[in-house]
Every structure is written in C-alpha cells, then in structure tokens.
C-alpha cells in the first residue's frame, strides 16, 4: 500500500550526528517532493526541509539551515535527513511528509514517524 | 517568516455541534492554506487545502474559508471521531509554517 516509513531516530548526544531515512512504497517515489517536519513532545508540527523530484532544489527552515542536511535517492525510493550539531531543542518526533501534485504541495501522505532524542 | 495564529487554543463541544476555529496570517497569503487533523500517536491528517477545497476522503462536515489573512474551519455536526487537534500551515512562501494548534475535547 502507499505509505512512507521512518527510520534511524534514537538517543545521540549533543554536538553529534544522526541520519533518518524514509523509505516510500507504494507509488511513484521519483515524481513527487519530499519534506520533513518534526514536532517536540506537546507541542506543534514545525516545517524543516523540502527537496524536490529532481533531488537538487531544497529549501529550510532556519533553525536547521547549515546543520542538517536533505537529500533523496530515487533509485532507491528513499528520501534521508542528515543531522549535524545536534542540539537538544532538537529533541522531537520527525516526520516524512509527501508533497500533493495539486494546487501548492500540501502534505497528503505522512510517515509514522521516528524519535530523536538529544541528550548527554 | 510568516507567522500564523489559532484561536481558540483549546475548545470544548457536545456531539453534533457545529465548531469553528479561526487562523489568522501576519500578511497576506493569498488562498494558501491549509488545515490538519493530529489525533495522538498520530501524524497530521490533510483535511482541506487551498483555504476551501475538502482533501479526497474527508467527510463534507468539514469545511474551510478565507483568504488573505484570515481563515476558518468549520466542523458541522462533530462526530467522536473528531476529537483531536487541528493545525493550519500556509504554503504561501518559505519557510513553511503551522499555527499554534487548536484543541478539541468532548464537552
């Protein structure tokens, strides 16, 4: 079925790295923009990252700009974040969301998501 | 940053009201927002997109108007199922962002 799935989340310590994964199934993987979101226990979603199907135009939000990274493979129908610098305002729930082919990509299909936790 | 702000924050009704939350833009964004469900333990749902125009499989209780600044949903006749909370986003430039989140809880 359609469905994306998150992986890679954990405890790191401040200052380290973590990479998440999304693997997507399901549907056409390569035609559609990819965005992550995240949302800090109680509290609501905030936006951090878009790429698009070509894998090269993203756009971020500051809190994450120059830390993490967005980047995608097609090939094997799997959008990742790379965290850098982690900081423990990091600490959230991170979800893959898919952009809508209509109207302005809104976010029509969701991942489970997967808990990262900063602290030393 | 755009920034965007619900009210209420939290907000309490009967089975088969009818209940509207607002959201309010710091500037223009034209028709483009849209509205969330997040039940706990859950991801959002899309609910409407473009300000009014219902996502595939969302019952016709739920509604959305507005433009420019100022947005509503409107839950008529609320269903159990509708108790979660609702966030707006606009997608009318980047950054992204969500309001703060309205609460709905059973009277």
């Known amino acids: 079925q359609v469905q994306l799935e998150e992986s890679g989340g954990g405890v790191v310590q401040p200052g380290r790295s973590l990479r998440l994964s999304c693997a997507a199934s399901g549907f056409n993987f390569g035609n559609y923009g990819m965005n992550w979101v995240r949302q800090a226990p109680g509290k609501g979603p905030e936006w951090l990252a878009v790429i698009l199907y070509d894998g090269i135009t993203t756009e971020y939000a500051d809190s994450v700009k120059g830390r993490f990274i967005v980047s995608r493979d097609n090939s094997k129908d799997t959008l990742y974040l790379q965290m850098n610098n982690l900081r423990t305002e990091d600490t959230a729930f991170y979800y893959c969301a898919r952009k809508q082919w209509v109207a302005r990509g809104e976010f029509d299909l969701w991942g489970q998501g997967t808990l990262v936790i900063v602290s030393s | 940053d755009i920034q965007l702000t619900q009210s209420p924050s939290f907000l309490s009704a009967s089975i088969g009201d009818r209940v509207t939350i607002t959201c309010r833009a710091s500037?223009?964004?034209?028709?483009?927002l849209a509205w969330y469900q997040q039940k706990p333990g859950k991801a959002p749902k899309l609910l409407i997109y473009s300000a009014s125009t219902l996502q595939s499989g969302v019952p016709s209780r739920f509604s959305g108007s507005g433009f420019e600044t100022e947005f509503t949903l409107t839950v008529s006749n609320l269903q159990p199922e509708d108790y979660a909370t609702y966030y707006c986003?606009?997608?009318?430039?980047?950054?992204?962002?969500f309001g703060g989140g309205t609460k709905v809880e059973i009277k």
């Open positions: 986003q606009q997608f009318n430039s980047y950054p992204l962002t």
């Open positions: 500037q223009d964004i034209s028709k483009y």
